[in-house]
């Protein structure tokens, strides 16, 4: 079982958080008495779809991949979340249910803050409000380019995007230009082989786009990684655009 731990480490993560430096006075006392931490093995799970929707969470330390499956046991990776990260206000504000499974990808330290306190605060502090806001407005973006990328174009891309999407200032505040990530971590996070990870590096390394070493990845364009596509299925969709021009002739 998950372990629940006394709050003051995650009272000071939640309150130096961007929205936290928001809050008056009595607000952040609220926070600050509410809010709790959790400890969570590599492997355990952070939220599972179809559960009640406690609290808001933000991932201190850690990485966290988030998943959907189907009833026919088909698995889709929907994104990570490194340290930093909010999640969690859709469900809090939508269903009170969690709508996809968490699960840590190494050991994770969580802050709690209680899907009541978070709704006080939408309705007591208008720059939280605005902060949830932009949240969604870049939860809605990065899975739209994930969509894209998943149905449009290459592996390599897709690990590409996932990268990318690390680097977001507003969904992960605060993060470094290397992350220590492995290779397997990669592929769970963007849903794709070893192999292809693997490939999806030396491309981008080739390029300068990023800096490889063992166990990190350094970041070295972010914008140029949103844009990244391989060659071959660059082919692969002229040839398709052809082919359907050809055909409506």
């Known amino acids: ?144 380019s994930i969509i894209e990328a998943e149905r449009l174009e290459s592996a390599e891309t897709r690990v590409a995007r996932s990268l990318a999407w690390l680097y977001n200032p507003v969904l992960y505040p605060g993060v470094n230009q290397e992350l220590e990530l492995t290779q397997q971590e990669i592929g769970y996070l963007s849903g794709v082989t070893r192999q292809r990870v693997n490939r999806a590096l030396k491309l981008m390394q080739e390029q300068d786009l990023v800096r490889v070493r063992y166990g990190a990845v350094h970041i070295n364009n972010v914008a140029g990684l949103m844009g990244f596509r391989t060659e071959d299925r660059a082919g692969e969709l002229r040839g398709l655009l052809v082919h359907g021009r050809g055909a409506q002739g």
């Not at 990260?85 to 209680?114: C, K, M, Q």
């Open 1 to 144: 079982m998950p372990r629940v731990h006394a709050p003051q480490e995650a009272a000071a993560f939640a309150l130096s958080s961007p929205w936290g430096r928001t809050l008056t006075p009595a607000q952040a006392e609220r926070v600050r008495a509410e809010v709790r931490e959790r400890h969570i093995a590599k492997g355990s799970a952070i939220c599972h779809a179809g559960a009640e929707v406690e609290f808001w969470k933000g991932v201190m330390e850690g990485l966290i991949k988030m998943s959907v499956v189907s009833a026919q046991g088909r698995h889709a990776t929907l994104t990570g979340l490194a340290a930093g990260a909010w999640f969690g206000e859709g469900p809090v504000l939508r269903s009170r249910l969690w709508e996809f499974d968490g699960v840590a990808l190494r050991d994770t330290r969580i802050a709690l803050v209680p899907r009541a306190t978070f709704l006080w605060l939408l309705d007591e502090s208008p720059a939280f409000a605005r902060f949830v806001i932009g949240q969604l407005s870049e939860r809605l973006a990065q899975f739209a």
